[in-house]
């Protein structure tokens, strides 16, 4: 981690308060950032090489909506075959960089038989079916075996969100399931989410997530 942080250190000085990770489709969202310092995530030691097509392997300093942020434009994922513990980098990075805030977005198939295509869902829990987790080996200094995880996504922050999503006419909030991707679309698998009330299925957030250390 010491060898990132001097690497990014080399571009910009920006201390972010958020830290946002961009999933398939919103990668756009980058271009919003105000003074934007561009650090290229091949530039970062240690760093995972985003191989999916729209991920760019992009960290973005600068503002956004009044807040210094660091945007994570190219999140990696486990079926390219990296363990979670290396999907989970780019957040404690964040975190080591100075974020205390973390926005997690993805692209999802949807199980909620109410949730039409082009749903956004606010996430209020997730369950790991994937059956690995970055908990898995050495933790580094600093960092927490076992974080705790009964309240994940931070109750004040999804009651802001509720109440920015209803006056955006876009209020649809559920439970997530987190599978390997050549799980995450086979019927028998979605007809078993389904009976345990999951709302949709990716591949996507998970990991990142529950990163040893790095608060929720």
């Known amino acids: 981690m010491t060898d990132a942080l001097a690497a990014i250190r080399a571009h910009t000085d920006l201390v972010p308060e958020m830290a946002l990770v961009l999933g ?10 105000e003074d934007a310092v561009v650090v290229p995530t091949s530039d970062v030691p240690g760093y ?23 945007v994570v434009q190219g ?14 980098f780019p957040v404690r990075l964040a975190h080591a960089l100075g974020a205390r805030g ?31 987790s970055p908990l898995t080996g050495p933790t580094g200094d600093g960092e927490t075996r076992f974080p705790d995880m009964s309240d994940p996504y931070a109750a004040p922050w999804r009651a802001r969100a509720v109440e920015v999503a209803e006056r955006a006419g876009v209020a649809a909030r559920g439970r997530a399931a ?16 389904a009976a345990l009330h999951h709302d949709d299925v990716a591949p996507g957030e998970a990991p990142e997530h529950e990163p040893p250390g790095v608060p929720g």
């Not at 398939?24 to 950032?33: F, K, N, Q, R, Y």
């Not at 999140?75 to 989970?88: I, K, L, N, S, T």
């Not at 390997?180 to 007809?191: E, G």
Request: proline content about 5%; cysteine-free.
């Open 75 to 88: 999140r990696v994922h486990v079926y390219e075959g990296y363990p979670p513990r290396a999907v989970g």
């Open 24 to 33: 398939s489709g919103l990668g756009a969202l980058a271009d919003e950032v």
């Open 102 to 132: 973390l926005v997690l977005t993805n692209a999802a198939g949807g199980i909620n038989p109410d949730f039409g295509p082009g749903t956004l869902m606010l996430i209020t829990d997730h369950l790991n079916m994937s059956s690995v």
């Open 48 to 70: 995972p090489v985003s191989t999916v097509a729209g991920h760019a392997g992009r960290l973005v300093f600068g503002r956004l909506a009044g807040r210094d942020v660091v």
């Open 178 to 193: 987190h599978r390997k991707a050549d799980r995450a679309r086979r019927v028998a698998l979605v007809y078993v989410d």
